[in-house]
């Protein structure tokens, strides 16, 4: 059931734009049993997020089973700003992805840690307002294309 407010369309397009609403109760547990709420994961992501400028500019996040690009993704989102979704090294094992898609910002695991880091060539280009989420394929052709979940 879709709540006061969220049609299925705009859960669709910004799946974390009002998880603050469910408040206290427990949204994620980390391996360590950590427990943090919806609301302290707001917090942290909008905390995060303010590294970011100008909504719209895609954010290339490398995702791992961790707390960091779980907060990226969900600050860059709640920010307003699409999300390319990759394992860690893809931009770095295919030079293609940053020449073709031009990330705004990538946020990165490497030697010291997660950075994020601005794009200094970005184009600054606006993104369709509806593109909330790109994952990566390579389909039967071996080079990446980006997909749009529906």
């Not at 974390?16 to 360590?32: K, L, N, S, T």
């Not at 946020?107 to 280009?125: A, F, I, K, S």
Request: proline share 6%; charged share 25%.
């Amino acid at each position: 059931m879709v709540g006061a407010g969220l049609t299925l369309s705009s859960l669709m397009l910004r799946p974390f734009q009002e998880i603050e609403r469910w408040g206290d109760r427990i949204a994620v547990v980390q391996a360590d049993d950590t427990e943090w709420s919806y609301a302290e994961v707001c917090e942290q992501a909008d905390r995060w997020a303010e590294g970011l400028d100008r909504p719209g500019g895609l954010v290339a996040i490398e995702v791992t089973n961790a707390w960091s690009p779980l907060l990226a993704w969900i600050g860059a989102s709640r920010a307003g700003f699409p999300v390319l979704l990759l394992e860690v090294g893809d931009l770095e094992r295919d030079p293609r992805l940053r020449k073709k898609f031009s990330p705004d910002f990538e946020y990165t695991n490497g030697p010291d840690g997660w950075q994020l880091v601005e794009n200094r060539n970005r184009t600054h280009d606006r993104l369709h307002p509806d593109l909330a989420l790109l994952l990566t394929t390579s389909g039967s052709v071996s080079y990446t294309h980006l997909t749009l979940p529906t």
